[in-house]
């Protein structure tokens, strides 16, 4: 919300601040990242605070980490199972946009240096409102992949309403054991939107 209203002014305070903004969302989306993947990095990539180093040191390491934009259908009966629809990343933040994001989010927010050419500010304006709207879309409705022991998986599925109103829904974060077994499934399950995978 707060980076919503500073991105409606020009003022180049208001673009700084609301590239910090960003900037924080996009660190909070990758240590949750580390929290749910902490097992396949060594302690310094856990310890590690650069966004962009954490995500793309996890896509050498990991199958599924990152947000994935989707509904989970519940099923009807306690014994019956969940199906999962991808919604994709054609209007979502996806892993590339992430980086160059954070990398764009720094350039506004350090000092400019004198003999490097000056940011485009009014690049960082349209990315910055871009961003915000495709990070709307990539935290609305997502599904991650959480690995609970050895040949066990489950999905996280969090859903969050940002239409700031009196009808405003709360966020719920619901969590479904699956009949999973490798990444590998996981993967072909989050790409193809296969159902009957969760129990």
């Known amino acids: 919300m707060s980076a919503e209203l500073l991105s409606d002014d020009r003022n180049y305070v208001f673009i ?10 996009l660190e909070l989306i990758a240590y949750l990242s580390i929290l749910a993947n902490g097992d396949k990095l060594n302690s310094k990539e856990r310890g590690d605070y650069h966004a962009k180093n954490i995500i793309e040191n996890l896509a050498k390491k990991a199958t599924l980490f990152y947000p994935f934009p989707s509904h989970i ?7 019956g199972e969940p199906i999962l629809i991808p919604i994709g990343y054609a209007n979502a933040l996806s892993q590339s946009e992430f980086s160059a994001m954070y990398q764009l989010c720094g350039n506004i927010l350090h000092s400019q240096h004198p003999l490097k050419c000056d940011v485009d ?5 349209t990315k910055n409102k871009q961003t915000l709207r495709k990070l709307k879309q990539l935290l609305s409705y997502h599904t991650v ?3 609970k022991e050895e040949d066990k998986y489950t999905f996280l599925h ?6 700031n109103s009196e009808n405003t829904r709360a966020s719920t974060i619901r969590e479904y054991n699956s009949r999973i077994f490798s990444e590998r499934q996981l993967l072909d399950i989050f790409q193809h939107g296969l159902g009957a995978v969760c129990s």
Do not use: A, C, M, Y
């Open 73 to 79: 259908i519940p099923p009807e009966e306690s014994s």
């Open 158 to 163: 969090v859903e969050i309403d940002f239409s």
């Open 121 to 125: 500010i009014e690049n960082v304006i």
């Open 145 to 147: 992949g959480i690995k």
């Open 16 to 25: 700084e601040s609301t590239s910090l903004q960003l900037r924080k969302i």
